[in-house]
């Protein structure tokens, strides 16, 4: 099978069900999220923690923060020049 048979099939299995694929070497959203539940909950030194994530990391925290279904969660923004603050059960997006 060729590259972009491989590729263009990945693809349609990501679009078909995109919290649940896995990508290859990778996590899925579905488990990214069950580990961002259990990393939220945990014990904080200081009442302030920041994490620099990339898009899926930041839309799952976002997601998994705000109590959001899946879809809610994918729909979720990430761009490179915003700080997103997650306090008091509020999600709030800073331009930078």
């Excluded at 590259?3 to 990778?26: C, H, I, Q, S």
């Excluded at 700080?83 to 709030?92: I, K, N, P, S, V």
């Amino acid at each position: 099978m060729s590259a972009t048979l491989k590729l263009n099939g990945a693809r349609r299995a990501r679009e078909a069900d995109k919290w649940r694929y896995v990508v290859p070497g990778g996590e899925s959203y579905a488990s990214v999220y069950n580990r961002a539940r259990e990393w939220l909950a945990g014990k904080r030194e200081s009442h302030i923690t920041i994490a620099v994530t990339h898009r899926m990391v930041s839309r799952v925290l976002q997601g998994a923060y705000a109590g959001l279904t899946p879809e809610q969660t994918l729909h979720r923004s990430h761009f490179s020049d915003r700080l997103y603050r997650l306090h008091d059960a509020q999600l709030e997006e800073f331009e930078c």
